[in-house]
């Protein structure tokens, strides 16, 4: 078990990638918290999954976009826990469309979900992992942060954001012992990306050198081993994983 007594956290842990991801974590022996916003029924069908392979796992209600909501959020953990070994901000939203046509609370909405949450949870459970003096965050990237996404400009402004978040703050918390890193994904076969037709699902995937859409739980497994030891000497770094599309 290679995270054996690790306190994980994953937001947006509820579906998608950050199910996966929680999963991946639990498979490999951290005790596991996911957190989301809304989807109370997914949120715990993921956690009575991991329950039922006979790992630890929990569950908090928390919009990880609001300040004084993290710092609760936080106390509470610290509290029943005493520390935090792992912190994967996964959490994000996106939404197809022009710019200019776009409204600002959809800007807002996007920028909030997807960076701000990150100040937040990264300024309250970065502190206590500065104090313990060690940790492992993991920022959940994309492709599109790298390189832009026409009709997703928020969505890639966020993503860009992020790759220059986890470099900066790397350098801030890395004499405390505490590593920074991002995970890249190009297009992985989660509901987010169901809002295509089979027919440009197809054309996408022709696209990508290896022929397919990614899975989950291979973004998870990247998770593991940044959280790991295996990786002990990294920090700072953006690991993409999209099948060679880049």
């Given at each position: 078990?290679?995270?054996k007594?690790?306190i994980?956290?994953?937001?947006?842990?509820?579906?998608g990638?950050?199910?996966d991801i929680?999963?991946?974590?639990?498979?490999?022996g951290?005790?596991?918290?996911?957190v989301?916003r809304?989807?109370?029924?997914?949120?715990?069908?993921?956690?009575e999954g991991?329950?039922?392979?006979?790992?630890?796992?929990h569950?908090?209600?928390?919009?990880v976009?609001?300040?004084?909501?993290?710092?609760?959020f936080?106390?509470?953990?610290?509290?029943r826990?005493?520390?935090?070994?792992i912190?994967v901000?996964n959490?994000?939203i996106?939404?197809?469309?022009?710019l200019?046509?776009m409204?600002?609370?959809?800007?807002?909405s996007?920028?909030?979900?997807?960076l701000?949450?990150i100040?937040?949870m990264?300024?309250?459970i970065?502190?206590?992992?500065?104090?313990n003096?060690?940790?492992?965050?993991?920022?959940?990237s994309?492709i599109?942060?790298?390189?832009?996404?026409s009709?997703?400009v928020?969505y890639?402004?966020?993503?860009?954001?992020i790759?220059?978040?986890?470099?900066?703050?790397?350098k801030e918390?890395?004499?405390?012992?505490?590593?920074?890193?991002?995970i890249?994904?190009?297009v992985?076969n989660?509901?987010m990306n169901?809002?295509?037709?089979p027919e440009?699902?197809q054309e996408?995937q022709?696209?990508?050198?290896m022929?397919?859409?990614?899975?989950?739980s291979?973004?998870?497994?990247i998770?593991v081993f940044?959280?790991s030891?295996?990786?002990?000497?990294?920090t700072?770094q953006?690991l993409r994983?999209?099948g060679?599309?880049?």
């Amino acid at each position: 078990m290679r995270l054996k007594n690790k306190i994980a956290i994953v937001t947006g842990g509820s579906r998608g990638i950050g199910a996966d991801i929680a999963q991946e974590l639990a498979t490999n022996g951290a005790e596991v918290i996911i957190v989301y916003r809304n989807r109370d029924d997914k949120a715990c069908e993921v956690i009575e999954g991991i329950k039922a392979k006979g790992y630890k796992a929990h569950m908090y209600k928390c919009d990880v976009s609001n300040f004084n909501e993290v710092k609760k959020f936080t106390e509470e953990i610290i509290e029943r826990f005493g520390k935090v070994d792992i912190l994967v901000n996964n959490a994000g939203i996106s939404e197809i469309g022009m710019l200019i046509d776009m409204e600002e609370e959809t800007w807002d909405s996007i920028s909030n979900t997807n960076l701000k949450s990150i100040f937040n949870m990264c300024k309250h459970i970065g502190r206590h992992m500065m104090w313990n003096k060690g940790g492992s965050i993991i920022n959940i990237s994309s492709i599109w942060g790298e390189v832009g996404a026409s009709c997703e400009v928020a969505y890639s402004a966020t993503k860009g954001g992020i790759n220059a978040f986890t470099r900066a703050f790397a350098k801030e918390v890395a004499s405390s012992g505490v590593r920074v890193n991002g995970i890249s994904p190009g297009v992985i076969n989660t509901e987010m990306n169901r809002w295509m037709t089979p027919e440009e699902e197809q054309e996408l995937q022709e696209e990508i050198p290896m022929g397919r859409f990614g899975e989950g739980s291979e973004i998870g497994k990247i998770a593991v081993f940044l959280s790991s030891e295996d990786s002990s000497y990294m920090t700072g770094q953006i690991l993409r994983a999209d099948g060679g599309m880049l």
